[in-house]
């Protein structure tokens, strides 16, 4: 029960967090690392936690699980009651007596604490004292402090019950035992059955009532749904404009989709709240899928995202900005990243630079800065790299700068980007070192790799920001097929793979982040 205030979720409030030594018969839960032998993850069962009375209940599996301590002088508990007064030492400071004596006292075990979308839960109930004559039990299965109510069951037949659980939320239980001569005991035990929503909503007009688990109670800002959502859940966000201050934080493998698409579903920058990057993204499980990303600015690194794991997918990453500081450069106006993968997405109109005229760093990657992951099927163009003033500081990488062996950059076209240099190269993809292959530049020279083109892409109305391919586009079933393609959509939610490339069995796989779809015959019917 202790807590971590550096955690927002209920899974990383550490009772240990070990990195060395050993535990051994202890009884603990939420623990890092934990080596040792003879250790309990089990709820204690204390008396009363609430009213500091951290003395072993009755059914406690603390009780009688410890060593003899004798040999380092230990043989009283921490109020001076002898050890052993059980079958066995007991664990924690307190040795409790057996329970032939003292007033009535009580607890209950329970058979599943937590329960993926809901599900049936067995109480067992413990009761200890010199009189045990007779006892009844009331249960209470969502005791609300406020305003107790009755039992939801009692009787001197209750001491094992089962109740069923349907509905996403924490819940408190409460047991209440009676004997013959009128002593009774309560037990409570706050949020003790947590009932785990198998999806999370957020929308603007939500009531924001935890957890979230439906477009009614639905969370009116991302973040706190990212936080309660359980590790492997998606969190999914109706169209609207999302505004933030502080990035949002991706620390656990949990997916934020929007319902209906990047077109509708907006996450941005706060211009009255100041600079900041819109997403960063730290565990590889995470995953951000379908938003438009814009107006994000950030200090050195990653206008819009910084990310060192996880995938992002079907997104336009627009109008963002990384700004060096002093003689240093930006980094990678749309995306920064170490890891992960960026896929069938769109990066447009970002822009790395400096705030100093002054000799210094260059500038680098308006679209994307890579020092490892993937780039695949995207479409990166009209991005700068940019420097100010007169200064012979070049910048680099106006689309993608490749600084790693590990970055790997495919399937993509990268056109009608601009970086400060007097290197065509450096116009779309700067390769410094890394895998470059199956993509398509233009006007600059296509990187050196495998089957890149140079070519005019032929962008349907890319004046008009409209960068699908027209049919005699060389992008089009050009590219190379890879395994997830197999029921992978392209940035519209159109399927891959649609057509036939001459010459070649199967069907072929379009470069960029769209895929062109077959064209609709017409029908005729006659009467």
């Not at 030492?89 to 809901?118: C, N, R």
């Not at 785990?196 to 929308?203: D, K, Q, S, Y």
Request: contains cysteine.
């Amino acid at each position: 029960f202790n807590f971590d205030d550096t955690e927002s979720d209920f899974e990383h409030h550490l009772n240990l967090y070990q990195s060395g030594g050993t535990v051994s018969f202890s009884c603990m839960d939420q623990t890092e690392g934990l080596m040792g032998s003879d250790n309990i993850a089990e709820d204690p069962l204390f008396i009363d936690r609430f009213a500091n009375d951290f003395r072993l209940g009755p059914g406690s599996p603390a009780r009688d699980s410890g060593t003899d301590l004798i040999t380092l002088g230990v043989v009283d508990d921490i109020i001076g009651v002898a050890r052993p007064q059980g079958n066995g030492y007991d664990m924690g400071a307190f040795e409790m007596t057996e329970g032939g004596s003292g007033p009535l006292i009580g607890a209950f075990t329970v058979s599943q604490e937590e329960l993926d979308g809901g599900g049936e839960v067995t109480f067992e109930a413990f009761a200890a004292g010199s009189n045990t004559e007779g006892v009844t039990y009331e249960w209470y299965f969502d005791y609300d402090p406020e305003a107790p109510g009755t039992p939801d069951v009692s009787g001197s037949d209750r001491q094992t019950v089962t109740r069923l659980y349907t509905v996403p939320g924490n819940y408190n239980v409460r047991l209440t035992i009676k004997n013959s001569v009128d002593e009774s005991h309560t037990s409570i035990r706050i949020s003790v059955v947590r009932v785990l929503p198998l999806e999370l909503f957020v929308a603007k007009t939500g009531k924001h009532i935890t957890p979230f688990y439906t477009l009614e109670n639905a969370a009116t800002n991302i973040q706190e749904a990212i936080d309660t959502a359980p590790i492997g859940r998606t969190v999914w966000v109706a169209p609207g404009t999302y505004q933030v201050t502080t990035p949002l934080l991706l620390v656990r493998g949990v997916t934020i989709a929007s319902i209906e698409g990047p077109e509708k579903s907006v996450i941005e920058r706060d211009i009255s709240g100041g600079n900041t990057r819109l997403i960063t993204i730290t565990d590889g499980a995470a995953e951000v899928i379908g938003f438009t990303l814009r107006h994000g600015y950030h200090i050195n690194e990653g206008g819009a995202i910084w990310m060192s794991g996880g995938l992002v997918s079907r997104s336009i990453i627009t109008n963002n900005t990384a700004s060096g500081t002093g003689n240093g450069a930006g980094y990678g106006g749309g995306v920064w990243m170490s890891g992960g993968r960026v896929e069938n997405s769109l990066i447009a109109w970002n822009t790395a630079t400096r705030s100093s005229a002054n000799s210094g760093n260059g500038s680098r990657g308006g679209g994307i800065y890579m020092t490892g992951g993937m780039v695949e099927n995207c479409t990166v163009v009209t991005n700068r790299s940019l420097r100010p003033g007169t200064s012979a500081t070049v910048s680099y990488g106006g689309g993608i700068f490749m600084d790693s062996s590990k970055s790997v950059v495919r399937n993509n076209i990268a056109a009608y980007n601009w970086a400060r240099n007097s290197t065509p190269e450096e116009s779309d993809i700067h390769l410094s070192t890394g895998s470059a292959t199956y993509n398509h530049t233009y006007p600059g020279p296509a990187p050196v790799g495998d089957a890149n083109l140079c070519e005019d892409p032929l962008f349907i109305d890319p004046d008009g920001g409209n960068f699908r391919l027209q049919p005699e586009s060389p992008a089009v079933d050009s590219g190379l097929n890879v395994t997830w393609l197999a029921d992978s959509t392209d940035l519209d939610g159109n399927l891959r793979l649609q057509r036939s490339k001459p010459g070649v069995s199967g069907k072929v796989l379009d470069r960029g982040a769209y895929e062109l779809q077959p064209a609709r015959g017409t029908i005729l019917l006659l009467r």
